[in-house]
Antibody, heavy 119, light 110 residues
Framework: QVQLVESGGGVVQPGGSLRLSCAVS????????MYWVRQAPGKGLEWVAF????????YYADSVRGRFTISRDNSRNTLYLQMNSLRAEETAIYYC????????????WGQGTLVTVSS | QSALTQPPSVSGSPGQSVTISCTGT?????????VSWYQQPPGTVPKLMIY???NRPSGVPDRFSGSKSGNTASLTISGLQAEDEADYYC??????????FGGGTKLTVL
C-alpha cells in the first residue's frame, strides 16, 4: 500500500536550518509529482513547494522562496525539503504528499513531522 | 497570494445537505479546473475528497460533489452523517504556478 513517512523535524532556533525527508513506498515514485504542505498548530493548511517527476520543475510559496529548497532522489524513493533561515511563524507540521496521477491535487499524505522554531 | 475565502463554519442535521463555498479570483479558481477539496477530522491527516472541481477519487462516497461557477467553487455534502464532521479545505492552482488553500470550514453535524 502507499506509504509516505516524513522525518527530520525537531526544535531549531530562529535563523537555523533543518532538512526534512519523506521516504515513500507502495508506488512508482518517479512517476509522481510531489508536494510539501504545512499546518501551524490550530491553523489551516498552507502549500509550501512542488517538484515535478524528474525534478526539473520546482515551485515555491512566496513565503519560503529563496530559503527553502525541494528536491528528490528517485533512486532512493525519497523527497526532501531543505529549510534555511527558519522563522518562529514556520512552526508547523510538515506533510509530504503525492499527486493523483496527472492531476494537480494532493492524493496521499504522510503523517507529518513537527518543526518547532523557538529560542 | 491571498487565501481562498471559505465560510468559517457550517452546520446541518443528519440527512440534510450542506454546501461549502470557496471564492477565489480570476487568477486561480476562475481560470483553472484544478480545484480540489480535503476533509480533515480533528487530529487526522487531510484526505482528498474532490479533484478537478467535480471528480471523486476511488472510495469517496457519492454524497460528496463539487462544482464551480466563475471564481467560486463549491462542495456539497448530501445525506449528512455524523462521520462527516470535520474541517474542509479547498485549494486551487494559480497563474503564478503556486497553489492556494482556503482558510478552512468547520462542519458541525447537529
Amino acid at each position: 500500500q502507499v506509504q509516505l513517512v516524513e522525518s527530520g523535524g525537531g526544535v531549531v532556533q530562529p535563523g537555523g536550518s533543518l532538512r526534512l525527508s519523506c521516504a515513500v513506498s507502495g508506488f512508482t515514485f518517479s512517476s509522481h509529482e510531489m508536494y510539501w504542505v504545512r499546518q501551524a498548530p490550530g491553523k489551516g493548511l498552507e502549500w509550501v513547494a512542488f517538484i515535478s517527476r524528474d525534478g526539473s520543475r520546482k515551485y515555491y510559496a512566496d513565503s519560503v522562496r529563496g530559503r527553502f529548497t525541494i528536491s528528490r532522489d528517485n533512486s532512493r524513493n525519497t523527497l526532501y525539503l531543505q529549510m534555511n533561515s527558519l522563522r518562529a511563524e514556520e512552526t508547523a507540521i510538515y506533510y509530504c504528499a503525492k499527486d493523483l496521477t496527472g492531476k494537480y491535487s494532493f492524493h496521499y499524505w504522510g503523517q507529518g513531522t513537527l518543526v518547532t522554531v523557538s529560542s | 497570494q491571498s487565501a481562498l475565502t471559505q465560510p468559517p463554519s457550517v452546520s446541518g442535521s443528519p440527512g440534510q445537505s450542506v454546501t461549502i463555498s470557496c471564492t477565489g479570483t480570476s487568477s486561480d479558481v476562475g481560470s483553472y479546473n484544478w480545484v480540489s477539496w480535503y476533509q480533515q477530522p480533528p487530529g487526522t491527516v487531510p484526505k482528498l475528497m474532490i479533484y478537478d472541481v467535480s471528480n471523486r477519487p476511488s472510495g469517496v462516497p457519492d454524497r460528496f460533489s463539487g462544482s464551480k461557477s466563475g471564481n467560486t467553487a463549491s462542495l456539497t455534502i448530501s445525506g449528512l452523517q455524523a462521520e462527516d464532521e470535520a474541517d474542509y479545505y479547498c485549494t486551487s492552482f494559480t497563474s503564478r504556478n503556486t497553489w492556494v488553500f482556503g482558510g478552512g470550514t468547520k462542519l458541525t453535524v447537529l
